[in-house]
Structure formats: C-alpha cells, structure tokens
C-alpha cells in the first residue's frame, strides 16, 4: 500500500516542487503579504523588517556549511572511507540498505542533529556504490532519521528550558531534562519513529521498473593517484608532520573541553571535531584540499538561501504574524488537546522559520500561558513545539540542503518520500504527545 501511495506522491513532487531558491522566494512573498493584509503591516515597514534581519543568520549560515564541508572531508579521509565501506557492506540488497541508512540516520540524529545529516547522507552515498537500490528513496531515508533530532540530545527547546536564566525562567523555572528529552512520552515518540520510520521507508521500496540508479563512479570514490614531489613547496604540502602538528593539539583541545572542563556538544564543537580528526586523518595538506575543493561544490544553496529565510523569519515575529497563528491554532484547544493544536502550529510555523530556537522564541509567549491557563503540563507543551519543529522539517527543504549538497541530488527528487513519512509520522507524534 506503501508502495503504492509513494508513487503519485513523488510524480507529484517531482512535477510541482520548484528548487529551494524558488520555495524561499515564494515564502518571502507569503510571509511578506499575510503580515500586511493580517497585521495591517505597511509595505514599507514589512520591507524595513525583511531588509534588517537579512543577514541575522549569517553566523549561523556558516555553521551550516562547515557541517557539510568539514563532514564531507572526514568521510573521504582513508581510514573514515574503509569504516563505511565495512558497514555498507552489511546491507543485504536493496530493502537492507534502506533499513541501514534510515538506523544510522535516526541514531546519528538523535545524537546531535548536525552529525546527523552529514553521517546519513555520506552513508547512502557508500551504499549506493556497493549496492543498486533507488537512489533517490536512499537519500530521503537517510533524511528521514533527522525527524528525532529535536526529541534527542542537541534538541534546541528542551536544552533552552533546561538551562539557568532562559528567557521564560520566570514564568517556568528550570525544567530539566528528565522532564522532556526522558521523560516517559517523549521515549516512547521516539522508539515508536526508529520503528516505523525505517520499516515505512523500506515498503516505499519501488520495483527496479520504477526506480532511480546512481553510477557508482559519479559518485567520486575513484583512488587518488600517488603524487610526484618535485618542488620544496610540494614537500610541504604533502608532508604529514605539518598537518599532524596542528591537528592533534586540535583533537587534544577537544578531550580537554569535554573531559576536564565538562564541555557540552554543539554545532561550534561538531565542527571542530570535523574539522581536526579529517586533519589527522587525511594525513597531508594537499589531501585535505582537494576534499575541500570537491565538498564546497554542494554548498552553494546554503551560501545563498540562508539569509532569505532570516528576513522571512523577521517578519514572521517583528510583524506579529508567527503569535498571530499560534494564537488561532490554540484559541479552541482544550486541556486534552492543547498539546496536539501546538504541534500542528509548531509545524505549520516552521515553514516560516525554520529554527528550533527562533520558534520557541516566538511561541513561548503564547503557548506558556495558553498552557497554565489550561492545567497543562508545561515540559509535553514545550516538546510538543519542538517535535512540530521537526516534523515538517520532513516537507521544508531548507534543512535538507546539506543532505542534497553531499548526495548530488534535488529537493524534488526526494521530497515525495518525505511527504509519505510526514502523515505517518504526524499521526506517531500526535499519538504520543496526547495519549502517553
């Protein structure tokens, strides 16, 4: 059934999805227009917002493409290469490759979201060399796994509420994180998604008639030819004792901040991590680069969509517009239902802004007391905002750029997959943030 409700999807995504530039475009003109004819907003004063905030995300935007980059060139480092290759190796045909990456995905996820959509794509890349599985279901399977970031380790909602001094510690206090990453339903949410998300994608598994092939050897894993030094320039280049010399001090900074300092995980750290072990690992400067010069090619939609969605997301909360649809979406909630009419809001917001903490940002205000007036408990509100987050990150391309970047592929080409696991796992979410 899976199977063949997969197929009208992805012809209708393929057909009607526009690239993500042109989906950022469309979602400046909406944003832009609902805060005038909604807000009563003039044209002039929506321009001032969009054109201030364009560029707040810039910091952000080069985290973003040091996760593609710095993730591309430690999976192309020899002995990372190898790994993969031995864990690709345990698929078993194509169903088994499908199962595999969506398992990595959702595991690496769950850890950190940033690790998360460097090792899956990287991951199905590996596969599809060793094994003739659809590419393009390989892909969206390895994007899948991201669904559990916000209900895992680096989710950006619950860490907020957790930490001394948030910006609602006044109307909340501290809520830890045995009350929303451990607590009871939100466990529950996520080994109910590492079950059916693998199991959903893998009967979504087209027959060879119907499927997509990549050529192994446009997928760059060609051997790098032995280098002949001839110039003093060239030694350096190729030398291991320079690269050694700053990556290891890198990696050794990193156990101190971790083990002696009890650093925590974020992108800023992921990066680095990234960035030093692919250091050491490559061996030579010259290694590193052509690794560098082969992953900035995916980077290009990250470089120029980033900031549009940053004005977007400007006009959604200067105008009032993103509380405005909150507000609606909870107006008829009651004690029972609240916390599902937040996730839908939360996943309808995110369409509009994309970012775990921009969004509990915006909805704080109206959800903490739509949440006391009504008695209910405030960590499954607060999960209930980030799980919509990420659940229609499955439908919103922007995160997916790192992803299509290293894979080589559309929006579109994955995307119907995806819209086949956004009702599956909506309906999952919904379950859990309602009834356990």
């Known amino acids: 059934m ?82 993969l290759q031995r864990l690709a190796a345990l698929a078993k045909g194509p169903g088994g490759a499908i199962l595999l990456v969506t398992y990595v995905s959702l595991a690496a996820s769950w850890i950190n979201w940033g690790f998360g959509l460097v090792v899956g794509a990287l991951f199905a890349k590996e596969l599809a060399r060793l094994v003739r599985v659809d ?53 529950a949410i996520v080994v109910m998604l590492f079950i059916a998300v693998p199991l959903v994608n893998r009967m979504m598994l087209p027959d060879e008639k119907d499927s997509v092939f990549v050529d192994p050897k446009l997928l760059g894993d060609d051997e790098e ?42 992108l800023n750290v992921v990066n680095f991590l990234f960035l030093f072990l692919a250091i050491v690992l490559h061996r030579t400067p010259r290694s590193l680069l052509e690794s560098l010069h082969e ?27 993103a ?44 959800m903490i007391p739509a949440a006391q007036a009504l008695g209910v408990d405030i960590p499954r509100m607060a999960m209930a905002v980030a799980w919509g987050d990420a659940w229609t990150n499955l439908l919103q391309p922007f995160w997916a750029l790192p992803v299509l970047g290293i894979a080589g592929l559309k929006a579109k080409d994955i995307m119907g997959f995806c819209l086949i696991q956004l009702l599956i796992t909506g309906v999952l979410i919904s379950i859990g943030l309602t009834w356990f």
């Open 225 to 266: 030819p032995r280098v002949r030094i001839t110039r003093p320039a060239e030694r350096m280049e190729n030398s291991v004792v320079l690269a050694w010399l700053v990556g290891i001090p890198g990696l050794i900074f990193l156990v101190d901040h971790f083990f002696l300092r009890g650093g925590g995980l974020n």
């Open 295 to 321: 992953a900035i090619k995916g980077g290009a939609g990250i470089v120029i969509q980033f900031p549009f969605y940053a004005g977007i997301m400007a006009i959604m909360v200067q105008s009032g517009l």
């Open 323 to 366: 509380a405005s649809m909150s507000e609606a979406l909870v107006s008829f909630a009651t004690e029972t239902t609240l916390p599902f009419w937040t996730f839908i809001s939360a996943g309808i917001v995110n369409l509009f802004v994309p970012s775990g903490g921009g969004q509990w940002a915006v909805q704080a205000p109206v």
């Open 135 to 187: 590419y393009r279901l390989l892909v969206a399977s390895a994007y899948s796994g991201f669904i559990v970031w916000h209900g895992g380790l680096a989710g950006s909602v619950p860490l907020t509420v957790a930490t001394d001094g948030h910006f609602s510690a006044d109307q909340i206090g501290v809520i830890g994180t045995g009350s929303t990453i451990f607590a009871f339903f939100n466990l």
């Open 2 to 83: 899976l199977k063949a409700l997969s197929r009208p999807a992805v012809k209708l995504v393929e057909r009607y999805l526009p690239d993500p530039y042109i989906f950022v475009l469309l979602l400046t003109i909406i944003a832009a227009v609902a805060a005038i004819a909604v807000e009563r907003q003039t044209p002039l004063a929506v321009m001032r917002m969009w054109g201030d905030g364009f560029w707040n995300l810039l910091t952000f935007s080069m985290q973003m493409l040091l996760v593609l980059v710095t993730g591309y060139m430690l999976a192309s480092s020899p002995p990372v290469k190898r790994l």
